[in-house]
């Protein structure tokens, strides 16, 4: 598949957009790789299984987030917790060709052999917006119930919720900059969202 | 008249010098009614107006009476005007909130053809035929009429005019989260948020107007030694200056909601000239705020006294009058009388003597309390004449006061004596005492209670501690309104409860205000006296029975609702305080009666013998103040009203002229016109050519699911009405799924990608609805199951290749074998297309030899492009989803939500092969066997044939047991698709029809609703291909 | 009762108003009537005018637990229409209208019942279907039904923004629907009612009932008990409440819908619009306000309030279809207890328990059919037998399938 | 406007949440043996509690997933939530 996605065009669902904003911009990231894992974070196996898997991809030293709203942040990828059974694994876009092999859907699937697993691959289904802006909270405020500052009060922190009708996931490394990570059919709307947000800080 | 009042500095007679909240020296221009006039940087409308000796500004709802300014805030229910012109005209604006700006254009409004003469005035002359409630009894004959009085009616009513043109401004909604939202900055909420601020928690302070300092506006108090205006601008700037505290001017809390969610309405650029409103991002933000606590410190709001023509212009609240004095510099009038039942007033009449105006005073209280009155003695001294024991009887003047006539009470209070007295005055400054302003808590759900003091509601102060209402909405009541009126006892109180409410305790051994007070020390204004002392007089007697003679006691200024009115409201049993409300409309207008309530809950206990508790208040609701319908709908309007969403392959549809339809959220393209085809003959050509050679159809908007897991194959089981157990991994199967009224609610085929491992399709619209049925079935009813659920919509971009040749054109752009032995229909593979990897089903939504390629979405455009090119040979069609409609009814396929509604079942459908009764159980099995459900005289889905082939019937269209002259008719079922087939080149349709599976062959006569009939006759849904021979190419 | 009229009007101006009658009485219970309705609200009131008026039976109390027509006939958005799609429901809602037509006259109390048009529009091809399933089947069943190409729509509310979201492509216009005035509804009732010897007893909550051997004979209230030959429910939001007092259960669930009103402004809007695919009905009333519909939670709850979500999610509506309105502000907002059965029709029936029948159910819509469904279930009641247009209202058709379900068949609302 | 403490995420807005009616209403493993009275029950028939109520929610938004809340449907008060398969709290 590495060599596959060089030979044809790709593209992605804002073709990278950018604009600028007041210390930085609002932009769409390039394509990385992203599972959805699902398993039983009770059990030690799944645990070892997939710390396992990371270590041999060399995104070895992530664990797995136990802790809702929490994500394990390496260089070359994160894992999100999104639920009691499910995490997400995203790569970052420079690591995309080194991982994409060794973190495919299958050669993770394969990993866990027997346990009750899912492994499904969710590149596509996300795409990934990159705000950065010295009022960066204040235009999320615009159109975010949750509350950024306490939620993000402490480094390793990530959220689902909603920004307008778009349900999201953010993660951030510091007050100006975000990540927001949103369905591909949702990614024109949130542009637009925050665009129209950005305009009136 | 008004005109020469005014030079170019905007200095007029009744211009001060200095006032607390303006500038004197930089003049502002504006029009009223077409008149220019000039105002000071700082009034609002209506102090500049006031300024001009301009006292009539409106006409009342009713009786269209001359009404002037009444107020100076938010609690005003005369001065309504038509605020600006076109696109960004505003009906019933506030006079004395709107903040004047350069080139302001104002007119008065519910008059015709203007406010001093206008014609609706007639009204008042037959007033005394349009009681309360007078509508109710007439205008009943004949019955035919009443539309057209209706007409009249509604055109006498309504005050303002709505914009006819779209809003050019923008507006947002914010969230925010705090510890502590002080709402109010006058002494109290200054001093709450000033001691809360010191937690370094979050604290918002929100203030409705222009400026903060509430009642230190023009209150004249001294705090810590300065003047209060000096005092709360170094509060403002202090609490401006800490990190963790918000300020928020122009902000008016509108709406106390549960678990402390408090809504905010910001003005931000109204205040601004007209260029500048044009360039600012946004006119308006609504905040939408969680708040763990909240000092509600909103004031109080001063009631008038319900005296004869107490309506008319210059008849103000005594407050107001010192608010126009001190703040705004202006002196309302040269004469004035003073009439109150408190001693708050006295310091407007110290104010308006200072300032220049010949001031009278007219207490209602008796001699012996005015006389042990503080405040009394320093007015008197200054020099005013005080009538204690004095009523006014009635006010000469109706577009303006010239002169009130005052006669001397009896001992009962009822009724008036001794000579009268006539004072010449233009103002009258009343004080009925005051109502804390108790909105918020109301809201809040928080309970009231009786101050006999006060005269008025307060918060009630003993709440439980498990009081759920207290727990859910927690707040604190501070200052005026918590029933606290001295200043240096609302600086304590704000003080206490800004420590409490951020969870730093009061400094609880020292009681003394001051400590509790942060060691803020203050002291009043001379003459300020309280308005503790107040007089339970209600109805101030006349010279004439109430309601029995010209004039009148109005207690509703909006709308026109008097004494008398609640008088008749009793008199015919509209007693409950919500009947009287509705009957007379007390408190129904834009001020929600901010100033009339309390009084006409007074006048009713009285007429009933009861405590105001006894009658109780009508329900507080949100919003404390109208909050524009923009402000509301924020950034979601226009382009973010709602999400459009697209697919991958969206931006060819566009280069390639698709025309759109709406599925969901979803943009789907519709058809593709070629050259000047209009849609039925692009329609017609895309099914042809489909059918012919192959075409192409982005179905990536179906919905998507991932299922894993050991008991995958079990749990379609359940779900699916047919039999799962058994599918080998490479297959695909259909289902139906059922809620559990045994109807079909979703449908699509699912196939086996490896063991334990299956990939759902769903309808377009229901992916979201499917998606959540599993969930809520493996997370609540059976989490024993191992199976996981992963929607993975957007992951795929979907193309169908449909036709026959189809698999020519596939074989071009992939490996693997597309032959009927090797991948027959109803078969899955994964291979490479067009360069990428794919997962291909043979499944057929035409009836035609089709593959569905399912590529991840960031290859979509390219795969799409790929076998366009590829098709280029084969003149390849791409085609939209009326074709997608046409082609599948050809072949008698349902579409759940057209051919179905939520009452048909699968039997219904003649689906029985796909019900498996020998499975144990499944979603809605049980409900099939109900009697009803399982009865024979159904409705069910057949095909149509009309006997004109041309004849399309329309959809919707119903099938009717037999033809009468004219309706009623009994229909027996109805068409749910129908088109004209090119390829069957006729017209075809499906019905539900009742008992329509047995009745194949019957002829049926459909009766349209221009009175046409159509002959038909019913058959099997299958119009072409009834042999399914396409399928293999 | 002395009756209204321009002249009575006109007299008793001249005499300052002082001779007006008590609309109603309040009087005090008696011991036993032989129908004891349930609730006061418009539904309640008009069963016990037909049962006075029309069945002879004039022994008869209301017991309100507050204050009359405060309950959601007190808190709706008055709209009156008769264009149902089912035959079943068509029945009772033009039986409604056809009394709806004559009421002020019958009442002698104008209930100011404005036949002004109502207009429901369609936004996608789907609702074009639907429009076109209803508006055909309405015809049918002799109701007056009419489709409106876009631009007869925009004829008829020239402010109407047609490009909308989902741009409007048609619409079905009833033009003797309309809006009425809701609380003259209930207050006309009461007085007829009161004229007839009812007695109508507020602040009287019902708090249990009397049963022997599976038959009602009393109920036990706030006020005491009160021997009862038959009893009507209809207390709407609370009928599960009030079931359980009796011992069943029904198909029912409890409701926050709201409602909010803008400031009063001259005459813009002249018919009633209804928008299902952009989620918005608006009117205006006689006195100018815009009356906007919002929608209701999904929790079930007895607090007469409801979300800032749903008033969120009518105003954006409001303004996608009418950016006119922008600058209109909302003067109040409230919330009223509906109670909502599966399939969106009501209940008309006999309970288990015997001589205890139930009118309920008619969640965001029964405004509509208040004279409709007093006059049914005065006649049933009466009679002891479900009148034939309520018969399929039945609580039995829960078990037996038999649904009316106007909401699955056609997704509309009020 | 409710916020709602999600078992898992802890307090969060009601806008992210949606509600699903009653809650311990365990499906019949018997379905066929029943009456059509039974079913209906089943079905159709709901406690509509004014008073306390055990109810489903959904936290949409976030970690979808379902749980049950304890609240007072005469005040709206939220007192407890808790996940499925958990003991209702005492009330
Ligand atoms: C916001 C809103 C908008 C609506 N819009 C429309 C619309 O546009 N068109 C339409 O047709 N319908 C509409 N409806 C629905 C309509 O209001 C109701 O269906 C209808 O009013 C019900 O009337 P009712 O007389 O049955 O109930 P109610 O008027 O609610 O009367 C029931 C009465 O029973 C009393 N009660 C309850 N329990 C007891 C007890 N234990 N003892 C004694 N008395 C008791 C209550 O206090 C109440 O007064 C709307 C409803 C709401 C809330
Ligand atoms: N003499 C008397 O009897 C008497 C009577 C009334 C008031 N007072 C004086 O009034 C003062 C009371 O002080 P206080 O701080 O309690 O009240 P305040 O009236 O000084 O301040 C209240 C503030 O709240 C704001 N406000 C009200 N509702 C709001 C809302 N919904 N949203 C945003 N802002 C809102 C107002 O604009 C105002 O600025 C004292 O100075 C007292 O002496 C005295
Ligand atoms: C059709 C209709 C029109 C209304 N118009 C107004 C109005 O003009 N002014 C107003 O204050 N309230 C208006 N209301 C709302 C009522 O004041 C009140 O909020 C509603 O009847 C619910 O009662 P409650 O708020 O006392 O619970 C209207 C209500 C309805 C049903
Ligand atoms: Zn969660």
């Given at each position: 598949?590495?060599?596959?996605h ?19 911009e609002?932009?769409e990231?390039?394509q ?29 030293g ?11 942040a ?13 995490w997400?694994?995203?790569?970052e ?5 080194e991982l994409?092999?060794?973190?495919s ?7 866990f ?16 917006l ?19 500052e ?6 390793g ?30 990614a024109?709307y ?12 | ?24 020296g ?12 000039q105002?000071v ?6 102090s500049?107006l ?15 009476r ?8 938010p609690?005003?229910?005369?001065a ?10 505003e009906?019933?604006t506030?006079?004395?909130q ?6 302001l ?24 035929f ?8 007439t205008f ?17 009513a309504?005050?303002?005019k709505s ?12 969230h ?7 709402v ?7 001093a709450?948020?000033k ?5 370094g928690?979050r604290?918002?302070l929100m203030d409705?107007?222009?400026?903060m ?7 004249g108090a ?7 205006v000096?005092w ?7 609490l401006k ?5 918000r300020?928020?001017?122009r ?12 809504a905010a309405a910001e003005?931000i650029s109204d ?8 360039r ?7 905040w939408?705020?969680r708040?763990a606590?909240v ?9 008038p ?10 008849v ?5 009058v ?5 703040r705004?510099?202006?002196?309302p ?24 105006a ?19 003695t320093l ?10 024991g ?6 000469n003047?109706?577009?303006?006061i ?5 006669q ?10 001794g000579?009268?007295?006539e ?5 009258v ?5 005051w ?20 005269q ?9 501690a ?9 707040h ?24 409490q409410a ?11 205000s ?12 001379e003459a300020?006296?309280l ?9 101030v ?12 006691h109005?207690?509703?200024?909006q709308n026109?609702?008097t004494?008398?009115d ?5 008199r ?7 009947h ?12 929600q ?12 206990a ?23 319908f ?29 025309v759109?339809?709406?599925v969901g ?5 519709w ?14 050509r ?9 075409g192409l ?5 179906l ?11 079990e749990?379609?089981n ?47 619209g ?15 009813e059976?989490?024993e199951k191992?199976?996981?659920?992963t929607s ?28 009927n ?16 990897p ?6 057929s939504?035409?009836?035609?030899l089709?593959y ?18 590829a ?5 390849v ?5 009326e074709a ?21 079942t ?15 159980d499944f979603?809605?099995?049980r409900?099939?066997?109900r009697?009803?459900?399982?009865k024979?005289d ?9 006997d ?11 099938l ?7 309706p009623?008719m009994?229909?027996?079922?109805h068409i749910t698709s129908?088109?004209?087939s090119?390829n069957?080149?006729?017209?075809i ?18 009766q ?11 058959v ?6 009834a ?7 | ?7 009575s ?17 309040s ?33 008869v109390?209301?017991?309100?637990k ?17 264009n ?7 029945g ?7 009394l709806w ?15 002004r ?41 020239p ?19 309309g809006?009425?005035r809701?609380d ?8 007829g009612a ?5 007695d ?16 009602v ?6 006020r ?6 038959k ?6 939001g609370?009928?599960?409440?009030v079931?359980?007092m ?22 813009i809007?002249d ?15 006689d ?6 519909g919002a929608g ?18 009518v ?10 309105f ?6 109040r ?7 909502v ?11 288990p328990?015997?001589n205890l ?7 965001t819509g ?13 006649h049933?009641?009466a009679?002891g ?16 399938g ?13 | 406007?409710?916020t709602i403490e999600c ?25 066929e ?6 079913w209906?029950?089943?079905?159709f ?14 936290h949409a ?10 609240r ?20």
């Amino acid at each position: 598949m590495a060599e596959l996605h060089k030979a044809v065009p790709t593209f992605t669902p804002l073709r990278q957009k950018k604009i600028a904003l007041a210390g930085g911009e609002l932009r769409e990231l390039p394509q990385t790789l992203k599972l959805s894992l699902r398993g039983d974070a009770a059990d030690q196996a799944f645990l070892q299984a997939a710390a396992d898997v990371l270590t041999k991809a060399g995104a070895g030293g992530l664990p797995i987030p136990l802790a809702a709203n929490t994500v394990s942040a390496g260089s070359r990828a994160s894992i999100f917790w999104m639920g009691p059974d499910e995490w997400l694994l995203r790569t970052e876009a420079d690591a995309l060709d080194e991982l994409s092999g060794p973190l495919s859907e299958s050669a993770v699937a394969t990993a866990f052999e027997e346990q009750h697993v899912a492994v499904v691959d969710v590149s596509d289904y996300y795409t990934v917006l990159e705000l950065g802006s010295k009022h960066s909270m204040d235009i999320l405020a615009r159109s975010c119930p949750l509350d950024l500052e306490s939620c993000f009060a402490k480094q390793g922190c990530c959220a689902q919720t909603r920004l307008g009708n778009a349900a999201v996931l953010l993660d951030s490394d510091s007050p100006d900059l975000w990540r927001i990570q949103v369905r591909w059919s949702y990614a024109q709307y949130l542009w637009q969202l925050l665009e129209r947000s950005a305009s009136s800080v | 008249m008004n005109q020469h009042l005014s030079d170019k500095s905007g200095k007029t007679e009744l211009r001060l010098a200095k006032g607390n909240g303006v500038d004197t020296g930089v003049a502002v221009s504006f029009t009223y009614d077409g008149v220019s006039y000039q105002g000071v940087k700082g009034d609002t409308l209506a102090s500049a107006l006031i300024a001009n000796g301009v006292r009539l500004v409106g006409r009342s709802f009713k009786y269209h009476r001359p009404r002037g300014i009444f107020t100076a805030g938010p609690e005003e229910p005369n001065a309504l005007v038509q605020l600006g012109e076109g696109a960004r005209t505003e009906p019933n604006t506030r006079a004395t909130q709107v903040e004047l700006f350069d080139g302001l254009v104002a007119h008065s409004q519910n008059c015709f053809p203007s406010v001093k003469y206008d014609i609706g005035a007639v009204n008042s002359l037959v007033s005394r035929f349009l009681p309360a409630g007078f509508y109710y009894k007439t205008f009943m004959w004949p019955a035919s009429m009443w539309m057209t009085y209706e007409k009249f009616i509604r055109r006498a009513a309504g005050l303002g005019k709505s914009p006819q043109q779209q809003d050019p401004d923008k507006y947002e909604q914010l969230h925010a989260h705090c510890e502590v939202l002080v709402v109010g900055a006058g002494p109290s909420g200054l001093a709450a948020a000033k001691s809360a601020a010191a937690s370094g928690k979050r604290i918002i302070l929100m203030d409705e107007q222009s400026e903060m300092g509430g009642s230190l506006l023009w209150n004249g108090a001294t705090i810590e030694g300065k003047p209060g205006v000096e005092w709360a601008r170094q509060q403002v700037a202090e609490l401006k200056a800490m990190p963790n505290v918000r300020v928020v001017a122009r902000c008016t809390v509108t709406s106390y909601l549960d678990h402390n969610f408090i809504a905010a309405a910001e003005r931000i650029s109204d205040h601004l000239p007209l260029s500048e409103q044009e360039r600012a991002p946004i006119r308006q933000r609504f905040w939408k705020i969680r708040a763990a606590q909240v000092v509600v410190a909103a004031g109080s709001i001063e009631r008038p006294l319900l005296f004869a023509d107490n309506d008319r212009p210059g008849v103000m609240l005594s407050a107001a009058v010192r608010t126009y004095i001190n703040r705004y510099a202006v002196l309302p009038a040269q004469e004035m009388v003073v009439f109150c039942n408190n001693d708050s007033a006295y310091a407007t009449a110290l104010d308006a003597k200072r300032a220049g105006a010949a001031v009278t005073v007219v207490d209602l209280r008796s001699s012996e309390v005015v006389n042990a009155s503080a405040a009394a003695t320093l007015v008197r001294d200054a020099g005013v004449e005080i009538l204690a024991g004095c009523a006014i009887a009635g006010i000469n003047g109706k577009q303006q006061i010239r002169s009130v006539i005052v006669q001397h009470l009896s001992g009962d209070k009822r009724s008036l004596s001794g000579e009268p007295r006539e004072i010449s005055c233009q103002v009258v400054a009343v004080s009925g005492g005051w109502n804390p302003t108790v909105h918020l808590h109301s809201q809040a759900r928080g309970k009231l209670e009786f101050n006999n003091d006060l005269q008025a509601f307060v918060a009630a102060g003993n709440v439980s501690a498990s009081d759920e209402i207290a727990l859910m909405n927690p707040h604190l009541m501070s200052g005026a309104c918590n029933g606290e009126f001295d200043i240096a006892a609302c600086l304590a109180d704000g003080w206490s409860k800004g420590l409490q409410a951020a969870g730093s305790s009061a400094d609880s051994s020292s009681d003394s205000s001051e400590a509790n007070a942060g060691g803020i020390t203050a002291s009043a204004a001379e003459a300020d006296g309280l308005c503790s002392k107040v007089a339970a007089l209600w109805t101030v007697p006349t010279t004439h029975e109430i309601g029995q003679g010209s004039r009148k006691h109005f207690h509703d200024l909006q709308n026109d609702v008097t004494v008398a009115d609640i008088h008749l409201a009793a008199r015919e049993g509209y007693q409950s305080v919500e009947h009287l409300k509705r009957y007379t409309t007390t408190g129904m207008g834009t001020d929600q009666g901010k100033t009339s309530n309390v009084v006409a809950l007074a006048v009713m206990a009285e007429l009933r013998g009861t405590g105001i508790p006894e009658v109780g208040t009508t329900t507080f609701r949100p919003p404390y103040t109208p909050v524009t319908f923009g402000a509301v709908a924020g950034q979601y309007t226009g382009e973010l009203f709602l999400q459009e969403r697209t697919t991958a392959m969206q931006p060819w549809h566009v280069a390639n002229g698709a025309v759109f339809e709406d599925v969901g959220d979803w943009k789907r393209p519709w058809y593709f016109p070629r050259g000047d085809e209009d849609m039925h003959a692009a329609v017609q050509r895309e099914c042809l050519m489909v059918r012919q050679s192959v075409g192409l159809l982005d179905a990536s908007t179906l919905g998507k699911i991932d299922i894993r897991g050991r008991d995958s194959a079990e749990f379609l089981n359940m779900i699916y009405t047919n039999a799962w157990l058994k599918l080998a991994p490479g297959k695909c199967r259909y289902g139906l799924m059922l809620n559990e009224h045994g109807m079909v609610f979703d449908d699509g085929v699912t196939t086996c990608i490896a063991p334990n491992h299956y990939h759902m399709t769903t309808t377009t619209g229901g992916a979201a609805r499917v998606m959540g049925w599993l969930e809520e079935w493996l997370q609540t009813e059976w989490p024993e199951k191992q199976v996981y659920c992963t929607s993975v919509t957007e992951q795929w971009a979907v193309t169908a290749v449909n036709g026959p040749n189809a698999r020519k054109l596939l074989s071009k752009v992939t490996d693997v074998p597309l032959d009927n032995e090797q991948f027959p229909h109803m078969s899955y593979m994964s291979a490479t297309v067009a360069g990428v990897p794919a997962r291909i089903f043979r499944i057929s939504f035409t009836g035609e030899l089709s593959y569905e390629i399912n590529v991840p979405a960031r290859y979509g455009l390219h795969v799409w492009e790929s076998l366009v090119e590829a098709g280029d040979e084969y003149d390849v069609c791409v085609y939209g989803t009326e074709a997608m409609h046409v082609l599948r009814a050809e072949k008698g396929f349902i579409i759940v939500g057209q051919d179905t509604d939520g009452t048909v079942t699968p039997y219904d459908l003649g689906m029985d092969w796909i019900v498996n009764n020998t499975k144990a159980d499944f979603l809605g099995k049980r409900s099939l066997s109900r009697s009803d459900t399982s009865k024979p005289d159904r409705r069910q889905l057949v095909g149509i044939l009309t006997d004109e082939p041309e004849t399309v019937l329309p959809e919707g269209a119903h099938l009717v047991s037999a033809v009468l002259e004219k309706p009623p008719m009994p229909t027996e079922g109805h068409i749910t698709s129908s088109y004209f087939s090119p390829n069957a080149e006729r017209s075809i349709a499906m019905a539900l029809v009742t008992r329509g599976l047995s009745r194949k062959g019957e002829k049926v006569t459909a009766q349209l609703m221009d009175g046409r009939t159509v002959s038909a006759t019913i058959v099997d849904p299958v119009f072409i291909d009834a042999k399914g021979e396409h399928l293999n190419g | 009762m002395k009756a209204y009229s321009l002249l009575s009007l006109v007299r008793n101006g001249l005499n300052y108003h002082q001779d007006w009658q008590q609309a109603w009485r309040s009087p005090d219970p008696k011991s036993h009537y032989d129908v004891v309705i349930i609730g006061g609200g418009g539904h309640g009131l008009a069963t016990a005018y037909y049962l006075a008026k029309e069945c002879g039976v004039r022994n008869v109390a209301v017991i309100e637990k507050g204050w009359l027509g405060g309950g959601n006939t007190g808190r709706n958005t008055t709209i009156v229409r008769s264009n149902y799609l089912l035959d079943e429901s068509a029945g009772i809602y033009e039986h409604a209208m056809k009394l709806w037509e004559s009421l002020s006259q019958e009442l002698n109390y104008n209930v100011m019942f404005s036949q002004r048009g109502l207009l429901h529009l369609a936004h996608s091809v789907h609702d074009m279907q639907e429009i076109g399933r209803r508006g055909n089947a309405i015809h049918l069943n002799g109701i007056d039904s009419e489709f409106l190409t876009p631009r007869q729509v925009k004829k008829m509310v020239p402010i109407i923004n047609l490009d909308c979201r989902y741009p409007v492509m048609g619409g079905l216009l009833q033009r003797r629907g309309g809006t009425a005035r809701h609380d003259a509804v209930a207050w006309g009732y009461a007085r007829g009612a009161d004229a007839l010897g009812v007695d109508i007893i507020q602040n009287c909550e019902v708090q249990g009932f009397d049963i022997e051997s599976g038959t009602v004979k009393g109920i036990h209230t706030s006020r005491g008990r009160i021997g009862a030959g038959k009893v009507g429910c209809v207390v709407a939001g609370h009928s599960s409440v009030v079931a359980e007092m009796a011992g069943f259960r029904l198909p029912l669930e409890s409701y926050p819908l709201q409602a909010l009103v803008s400031e009063p402004v001259k005459p813009i809007l002249d018919c009633v619009i209804m928008s299902n695919g952009i989620h918005v009905y608006v009117s205006q009333s006689d006195k100018g306000e815009l009356v906007v519909g919002a929608g209701s939670d999904p929790y079930t709850s007895y607090s007469q309030r409801g979300s800032f979500d749903q008033i969120e999610h009518v105003v954006g509506p409001l303004l996608e279809l009418f950016p006119v309105f922008s600058r209109l502000r909302m003067l109040r907002q409230w919330g009223g207890i509906v109670d909502v059965t599966v399939d969106r029709s009501p209940i008309m029936s006999k309970t288990p328990v015997n001589n205890l029948y139930f009118n309920c159910g008619w969640g965001t819509g029964g405004f509509k059919c208040t004279p409709g469904s007093g006059h049914l279930f005065a006649h049933s009641i009466a009679k002891g037998e479900m009148h034939e247009k309520a018969a399929p209202f039945s609580i039995d058709r829960f078990n037996t399938g038999a649904l009316i379900d106007e909401g699955a068949a056609a997704a509309v609302a009020h | 406007m409710f916020t709602i403490e999600c078992p898992w995420c802890g307090n969060r807005d009601q806008s992210e949440f949606t509600c699903h009616g009653e809650a311990h209403i365990a499906r019949p493993l018997n379905t066929e043996s029943m009456t059509d009275e039974q079913w209906g029950d089943y079905v159709f028939f709901r406690k509509n509690t004014k008073g306390i109520h055990y109810e489903r929610w959904v936290h949409a938004f976030g970690c979808r997933r379902w749980f049950n809340a304890v609240r007072n449907t005469v005040t709206d008060r939220i007192s407890s939530t808790y996940k499925p398969g958990e003991k209702p709290p005492a009330n």
